[in-house]
């Protein structure tokens, strides 16, 4: 039986199946010389739709489905600035039928598989017609990466 520190103890690199580089600007930083809180939530929504649309052939302009976010969080657990390479890792906690829960995360580029991730996220997308807005099944391409990412 897990622990309250185990539940709270911070993920680790390892624990996220996708990976992918992020280069941090000048401009992430903020004037406490990190990377801006709101950053974080612009560098995962960025890695999961290029991901998406990489794995799934997902196009956000023209599909038919669409996933909106319907709630998402931060934990922070280190700190990040510029000039740093950093990595986003991406995993799927739950894909139900219209929607899917991803555990995201943040860390310096070159961490070994081992170290805790200076931030872990949660982000739900629940897709959607695109011209009603009411909740659709994932696509079947869609469902196949998440499906890859467990």
């Given amino acids: 039986m897990p622990t309250d520190a185990d539940r709270h103890a911070p993920p680790l690199v390892r624990d996220f199946p996708v990976t992918w580089p992020v280069q941090t600007r000048w401009t992430d930083n903020d004037m406490f010389g990190h ?33 909106l976010v319907a709630e998402s969080s ?9 000039p740093q390479d950093l990595v986003a890792g991406l995993g799927v906690d739950r894909l139900g039928t219209a929607s899917v829960t ?11 598989p081992s170290v805790p991730v200076a931030a872990a996220g949660r982000w739900v997308h629940v897709y959607v017609d695109r011209a009603t807005r009411r909740p659709v099944a994932i696509p079947d391409g869609a469902r196949m990466a998440y499906e890859s990412a467990r």
């Avoid at 991901?51 to 023209?62: F, I, K, L, Q, S």
């Avoid at 934990?75 to 510029?82: I, S, V």
């Avoid at 991803?102 to 070994?112: Q, T, V, W």
Wanted: hydrophobic share 45%.
């Fill in 35 to 67: 990377l801006n809180n709101a950053v974080y939530y612009a560098i995962w929504d960025s890695v999961i739709n290029a991901w998406v649309a990489r794995e799934a052939g997902a196009d956000p302009m023209t599909d038919a489905a669409i996933p």
């Fill in 74 to 82: 931060c934990r922070y657990l280190g700190e990040l600035g510029y």
């Fill in 102 to 112: 991803f555990r995201l995360c943040l860390y310096a580029a070159g961490s070994g």
